[in-house]
């Protein structure tokens, strides 16, 4: 599976995972519900569970996956500060590029 992740939600993720709350856990994206062609998804802490994929991206995070969703392999993970502060989860090879999901 695969995960592309931006500079900026590299760095928020990146000071989240040094936190007491997300001590001896990893980051999990998960889908939140599913609409027809396309899906919603979550943030959370999280750690590895049977039918997890661990995906290793290229600023250094790694994400928990589970493996049976279809709709997690190729999501991208971006953060902005504007126009409002928070993640943009989409997965550019499902669906028709809607699927947008502000996470803060």
Known sequence: MKVKINRNAAKVLKSRLNSDEAEGKMIRVYITNMHGD???YGIE?????EHDEIVKTDKGIDILLDSREAYLDGIWIQYYYVPEEGFVITNPSKGHGHDHHHHG
């Not at 802490?45 to 569970?49: G, M």
């Open 38 to 40: 396309h899906a919603h």
């Open 45 to 49: 802490f999280d750690t590895p569970k």
